[in-house]
């Protein structure tokens, strides 16, 4: 499978990943899990928001253990955000099979769309949508870099758009969601263990900075006649890194678009993005809080008009206990004491948390790199990871 997989598009440039949302490469990987899941004679449907469903049992029975992850890809991304709890859920169901179970109740595997929100800056689309989450008109309102809306991507890939919102039905049917996914960090590289279960996952969000100056030529326009929103962009950047410094949390702009964007030419725009995580809400507030009055400083000693706007943020999601603690005592007997960490990534297992039981399993990552191409897990740990899914499905689904 992993084999299969790994050229979907792979960059030869830089060896890293560019599966967005309803591109051709989306289509591949989605056409990829309906071969696998028809290879196992399991019932492949797409939700009306683009998710896929591959069912072993009867939907409507309800109670279902659904587990799986997502196929696309941040830019450039690696080979195992998303794509090894897809590829660990098909091969645990191989493994239970091989053990010869009986299933008493449905199971699922799922693979959701868009979760890393490259194409249309909203992360988790797929299963906001489902949860409700994410309102079919602001969902019409996302567009990509060249302007081309979701609704317009959506239906030249085959999808009809006018179908996606909240889908309460579905998600009734589903017991227990169980997200297997390579640690994005080295928690359990420190530790020794290869796997983990997840506790909770910090609160973060995305806010996008608009710096609004003047246009001019850069060879003639004296410096102190210049409103350049580049300065105060710049100096905002070394300000979020000092304000998450202080307050404990973790702040990136990992985004810039600049108009007009020519090498002699001062901007007329400089529009940043902040990705913004902390341990707890409170910590985001100060941390965001002492973004903004920098910015709003910056932007006023250079003539620069200024526009903060959140386009999205999830608060702190605590899995649910019960839950929880019944992985932990499934893989005590095989694992023994698996250790339980917190998250600063979101995923969508965070987002269905409100609406049905939730739990998360970690694969050790050895670097602790992630959104990269370097990003990486050894196979013995991959394995190990489907042995403890395996016994997770096994014990919720067949006993």
């Not at 030419?265 to 910590?283: F, K, N, Q, Y």
């Amino acid at each position: 499978m992993w084999r299969s997989l790994r050229p979907i598009g792979r960059s030869d440039a830089s060896g890293g990943y560019r599966r967005y949302a309803w591109t051709g490469a989306d289509a591949d990987c989605r056409l990829w899990f309906r071969m696998q899941a028809e290879a196992r004679r399991l019932d492949v449907e797409t939700d009306r928001n683009g998710n896929q469903w591959a069912w072993l049992g009867d939907p409507a029975a309800g109670d279902a253990v659904v587990t799986g992850s997502h196929l696309d890809s941040v830019p450039d991304g690696g080979a195992f955000d998303g794509p090894l709890g897809v590829v660990s859920a098909f091969a645990a169901l191989d493994e239970l099979r091989a053990r010869g179970v009986s299933f008493r109740r449905p199971l699922a595997i799922v693979n959701f769309g868009d979760e890393e929100g490259a194409r249309f800056g909203l992360a988790c689309v797929g299963s906001r949508l489902a949860a409700g989450q994410l309102t079919k008109e602001k969902a019409f309102e996302l567009r990509d870099a060249d302007g081309i809306s979701l609704p317009e991507a959506m239906e030249a890939a085959g999808h009809d758009p006018e179908s996606i919102g909240a889908d309460p039905e579905r998600l009734a049917r589903v017991g227990a969601f169980v997200e297997l996914h390579v640690e994005q960090g080295r928690a359990l590289d420190l530790s020794g263990d290869p796997v983990g279960i997840a506790s909770a996952i910090w609160p973060h969000g995305r806010w996008r900075l608009d710096f609004h100056g003047e246009a001019n030529h850069a060879g003639t326009t004296r410096l102190v006649d210049r409103r350049d929103p580049m300065l105060p962009y710049a100096e905002t950047v070394l300000a979020a890194r000092r304000a998450a410094e202080l307050e404990g949390a973790v702040a990136t702009f990992g985004k810039i678009a600049v108009e007009p964007n020519g090498v002699n030419a001062i901007p007329s725009l400089v529009r940043g993005w902040l990705d913004l995580r902390a341990a707890d809400e409170a910590t985001l507030s100060a941390t965001l809080g002492g973004i903004h009055t920098a910015a709003l400083e910056h932007a006023e000693r250079h003539g620069v008009d200024l526009a903060l706007t959140r386009e999205s943020y999830t608060p702190v999601i605590d899995f649910q206990d019960a839950l929880r603690d019944e992985l932990a005592r499934i893989l005590a007997g095989s694992l023994g004491k698996v250790p339980v960490l917190g998250t600063g990534a979101g995923h969508d297992a965070g987002i269905l948390s409100a609406s049905v039981p939730t739990a998360m399993l970690f694969v050790r990552n050895p670097t602790g790199v992630s959104h990269s191409p370097a990003e990486s897990a050894a196979e013995d740990d991959c394995v190990a990871g489907v042995r403890a899914l395996a016994d997770v499905l096994e014990d919720l689904a067949c006993r």
